[in-house]
């Protein structure tokens, strides 16, 4: 049984720099979310993705983060100029959704744990 | 916007002890709602969820949980912990009414079972 998986599971930055996180959705799950999770909170909703598209940003995701997921599968979260601030933990979780419309449930990834020097 | 309380940031209970947890949002429309929990060092795990139907369902591991819809609550229960059930409690509610589908998470509950 192949879950949701992420890389990588820990990443340490200096202030300034760029990161990039993959996800690696269940196989043929056609949604895919992210979320970021800081110490003594639950995940916050980031951004998903029904197939290639991007249907739904949070106001957390400021201009310096961007998401793809070109193909339909994998998808990558971009930081760009990292802060302080950003550091937390990143969180992707795939479904599937058989009728649009439809509710879906959503399984997580093991998160990958950004530290923002 | 929605959003979750979850009352207690941290229960402590013997083993064979009762438990629930509880869980109120605060979206009026249409909802789904889940208990995700994370065990230490590992990720979140569904636990159980609500779609529609009956309001009380059963989850993994003994767990079951009640929706009551004129209170807007979604409380955890379990009528005897384990040691091996100590982890933090996630509620999280998806408020489909809005034709969003995102989660809202609840802050969490962590709970140690003393053995």
């Known amino acids: 049984d192949t879950g949701v998986s992420q890389d990588p599971r820990h990443k340490i930055t200096k202030r300034g720099q760029n990161v990039t996180f993959r996800c690696d959705p269940i196989?043929?799950?056609?949604?895919l979310y992210w979320y970021r999770q800081t110490l003594g909170q639950g995940p916050e909703f980031l951004t998903y993705?029904?197939?290639?598209?991007?249907?739904?940003k949070s106001r957390l995701l400021s201009d310096r983060f961007s998401a793809e997921r070109p193909k339909g599968s994998f998808s990558t979260l971009e930081i760009q100029r990292t802060e302080q601030g950003d550091s937390a933990m990143y969180l992707c979780?795939?479904?599937?959704?058989?009728?649009?419309?439809?509710?879906?449930?959503?399984?997580f990834g093991p998160g990958t744990r950004l530290t923002v020097l | 916007a929605q959003s979750v309380s979850q009352h207690n940031h941290h229960v402590i209970l013997s083993e064979a002890a009762s438990l629930e947890l509880g869980c109120n949002y605060s979206?009026?429309?249409?909802?789904?709602l889940f208990w995700y929990v994370q065990y230490p060092g590992q990720h979140l795990q569904l636990l159980l969820k609500?779609?529609?139907?009956?309001?009380l369902v059963k989850g993994i591991k003994g767990f079951e949980a009640e929706f009551i819809k004129s209170k807007f609550s979604f409380n955890l229960r379990k009528p005897s912990v384990q040691w091996s059930d100590t982890a933090e409690y996630f509620c999280?509610?998806?408020?489909?009414?809005?034709?969003?589908?995102?989660?809202?998470f609840g802050k969490g509950t962590k709970l140690s079972v003393i053995p």
């Open positions: 979206y009026g429309g249409t909802v789904n």
């Open positions: 993705f029904q197939n290639e598209a991007q249907l739904e």
């Open positions: 609500y779609f529609s139907g009956d309001p």
């Open positions: 979780a795939s479904s599937l959704v058989i009728t649009s419309g439809s509710a879906d449930t959503q399984y």
């Open positions: 196989s043929e799950h056609n949604r």
């Open positions: 999280a509610v998806n408020a489909i009414g809005a034709g969003s589908y995102q989660l809202t």
